[in-house]
Nanobody, 120 residues
């Protein structure tokens, strides 16, 4: 499965961004899909995930209600709506997918990554 990401960019603190992830030439049927992020000098951390059916969304502790993950009914595109962004959210965000729970396994499939920069 080839993951294609879009969105990201530069935003001021308190602003919003929306990331999207599509399964090129495929769907997310039977997959768990979500995002990880990695800031310079830091470990990669889990951001959010959702099952292909749209259930069982989960979030990293730092999200605290600011982000919402969703998937379309056809399971072709997942979105991550990020609100109330903080400078600490600055990182490269990677879409990831696997048939297993992406929090429990190393995901088999990764997107190319998209930069999110939040200015203070």
């Amino acid at each position: 499965v080839q993951l294609v990401e879009s969105g990201g960019g530069l935003v001021q603190a308190g602003g919003s961004l929306r990331l999207s992830c599509s399964a090129s030439g495929n769907t997310f049927e039977n997959y768990c899909v979500g995002w990880f992020r990695q800031a310079p000098g830091k470990e990669r951390e889990f951001v959010a995930s959702i099952t292909w059916s749209g259930g069982a969304a989960d979030y990293g502790d730092f999200v605290k209600g600011r982000f919402t993950i969703s998937i379309d009914n056809a399971a072709t595109k997942a979105d991550l709506q990020m609100n109330s962004l903080k400078p600490d959210d600055t990182a490269v965000y990677y879409c990831a997918a696997d048939e297993g729970d992406i929090q429990m396994v190393i995901p088999s499939f990764w997107g190319q990554g998209t930069q999110v920069t939040v200015s203070s």
